[in-house]
């Protein structure tokens, strides 16, 4: 065994042997596996092997995809038969939401290029004649799915991964982990220790357990997963060829052709949580013992979708633990805030992902940046609340539900609330529906509605939308007042903060005291990295706003950038300090009454940062905002928030001061074409493809200018555009194709309706040529093509002279 390595990946499943291969595919040496057992001696052990493109998330498909197209090739390449069948696959949708969520689905695989058909109750007979399709609506047949072995594929990409030089260390347990003062890591083994600069914990089920060697929660808890086997049947053994995978969600479940007979797999209301304190360390590939009744209900579901099953008699209970994150999303890429530590974990699918993910990780490790946009794997999604106990409660809802229909604007109540602003009571009070945002409960809207209390949810528009409108007319009319509490805020000093910050960002750090600027930060590909906010203070000092959900993933980026002489501080702020914002028309009228301070705008202009006192309480205040009102946001001391809220509220009772919520901010912000980050903002485009290309400035070094370079040389290859799209009650999400004619030229990144413009709004990247105001396009939304039109951005308030009134 080696004793020095560059990377020790920790698990032998289908995840951490994908990881191995491709790390040592892609060229790096001394690349090592170590495994307690033998390969495949968790999950992956007993997985039914379907493998299929399809996800609810666009990036995840691609990572499906990239799997399919591997698994293809290994036979070839190492010689090993990973067992790939070509079988189609079905999803079927007995009721008319359901039939949106497909309509979804089948716009995002067209923007994939993926082979995705609309098939009929008829059709879907057709292709599975074992099948009873009564109530069914439709489906959706996706002709080049299939199945694997699960063990094949380990095996194959083992190696492969072999005879790109890797080396494989079964029958050896890692005990412990301790990081180096250089970084380095010390992998310790039951056979002795490994030094090297890499861990990737990909411990399946235990991956718990080897984060908790280097001080990680990881929130991943396994589940009790149940396919029952049936005996051969005579219409299955006469078919010369493979039937479909049938995914019956409304069933909640799979049944798959296994040699002469049928596979059912079934997802119960009641999740069985196995060990959710930790797998003893011991268990390794054998079956949990099976619990008919608990499932019972489900294998008369698949009886009444497959009668043929009903005539024959089960041949094998499978029930084997499968690994739960609280949304069922695994965990993968830099864990916050080490250095050198790589996720692989938390895989309720692995199969399916396993080559693609472990393609991108390996590519990710190697580059510093993931060739496709993962964020809804990076395990920085998530803050320190989804912990342990948060995931233990969770699972309990995400589990039943992994077969329900995904909405985009479904707020589940399992394990909430988490965090709350200290006025979260009052903002209960004023009739708010929240939403979960990291962990935080923000109101997405307000209504004086009992029964609109709880949003319907929908891919239409739903009895959250005229509370929306209210709000947006609201806040252009009069003035209105936003919690944006959990803005990820940090602190930067030191005498080398201004030449480490100019650094990080493609913009100028403002130099002057006082002074706002928006600051992209990039990635060495010159693609958007995080989008901060940055305002000099006192003494050098820089105070620095992201989005709440990048909290962690931006602050990450920061540490591993930090220099090493320790001329740089950072303090995280966000939890010491809330943030509401004020704006509308009368929003300055209403910050004169009650701030100790001039406010008018020859004494604040726009763009510009000052402290003073609002009341009692002493604040800094923005003079900008994301909605292009005239307006501020306020940042306090979170213990005071009550205290600035109510001086705030009752000098606004003379302005008609309203609260409102996310929906009406993010309908305001498309209007203003504003981006969003990881909508336009993500690691595909550069700031040169968007309206902000004026902060990119070429007379400084930064990390990303030279690719940006390249791409100002050689013409982008994108731009974004600001679409009005026709459309009656669904506007587009994100992820709608866009097509000229029959050609796809582009893909929307966000959407929604604009109360204040009265339209339904798409922002998304074409071809240049085609983002000129005045181009006839058509955005494809649920599955049906709608003309749009490009238009001049913003729509609202074009010359911007509300927002710097
Ligand atoms: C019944 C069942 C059916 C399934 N069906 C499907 C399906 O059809 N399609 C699909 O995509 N997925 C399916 N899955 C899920 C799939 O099996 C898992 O998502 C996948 O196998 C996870 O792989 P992994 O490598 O992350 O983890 P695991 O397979 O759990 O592997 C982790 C490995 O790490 C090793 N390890 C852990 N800790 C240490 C340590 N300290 N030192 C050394 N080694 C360590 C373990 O011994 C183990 O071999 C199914 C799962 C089950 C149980």
Known sequence: MKTQARVVVIGGGAIGVAVLYHLAKYGWQDVVLVEKHELTSGSTWMAAGNCSFFHSNYYCTRVNMKSIEIYQKLEAETGQDPGWHTTGSIRTADNPDRMDELGYMYSMNRCLGLNVEWVTPAEMAQLHPMMNVEGLQGGLYWPDDGDVDPSGITQAMASGAKKYGAEIYQHNQVTGLTQKTNGEWIVHTQKGDITCDWVVNAGGLWAPQVGAMAELDIPSIAGEHTHILFEAIDAVVERDT????????DRSIYVRQEMDS????????????????????????????????????????????????????????????????????????????????????????????AGGIGHYIAGWMMNGEPEIDLWSVDSRRYG???????????????????????????????????????????QKEAGAAFGDYYGWECPNYFTAEKSDLSETPSWRRNNAFPH??????HVMNKVGLLDLTRFAKTKISGSGAEAWLNKLTCQKVPLTDGRIALCPMLDHKGAFKSDMTITRDRDGQYFCVTASVGKRHDQHWLILNLPADGSVQLEDMTYKMGCFVIAGPQARDLLAKVAYADVSDAAFAFGTCREFFIGRVKCRVNRLN???????????????????????????????????????????????GYLAWKAEMNVHHTPLETNIDWTVKWDKDYIGKQSLEKVRADGVALKLAGMVVDTEDSDPWGYNPIFKGKEQVGMTSSGGYGHRVGKSIALGYVKPELAEPGTRLEVEVLGQKLPAEVVAMPLYDPENARIKA
């Not at 342990?388 to 909430?416: F, G, Q, V």
């Not at 929306?468 to 007319?473: I, K, L, P, T, Y």
Request: proline share 8%.
């Open 242 to 249: 493979m039937l479909p995978l049938i995914r019956d969600p």
């Open 626 to 672: 994301y909605v292009g009102e005239l307006g501020f946001e306020i940042f306090h001391p979170i213990e005071s928030q009550i205290s600035l809220f109510k001086t705030l509220m009752q000098a606004g009772a003379e302005f008609d001061l309203k609260m409102f919520g996310m929906y009406a901010m993010e309908s305001m912000r498309l209007e203003k």
């Open 262 to 353: 049928l596979i059912l797999g079934l997802y119960e209301n009641k999740v069985k949580q196995w060990y959710p304190d930790g797998v003893p360390w011991e268990y390794a590939q054998s079956e949990l013992q099976p619990d008919i009744d608990h499932v019972a209900d489900y294998i008369e579901h698949g009886i009444h979708r497959f009668p043929i099953m009903g005539e024959s008699g089960f041949k094998h209970v499978t029930v084997g633990p499968i690994t739960y994150t609280p949304n069922g999303n695994p965990l993968v890429g830099p864990a916050y805030p080490l250095k050198g530590y790589f996720l692989a974990c938390g895989y309720s699918f692995g199969i399916t992902q």
């Open 384 to 426: 320190s609340y989804a912990n342990w106990a948060y995931n233990h409660e969770k699972i309990e809802d995400t589990y039943p539900r992994l077969y329900s229909i995904i909405y985009p604007n479904e707020w589940r109540d399992a394990a909430r609330p988490n965090r709350t602003s200290p006025i979260y009571e009052y």
């Open 468 to 473: 929306v409108a209210a709000e947006c007319n």
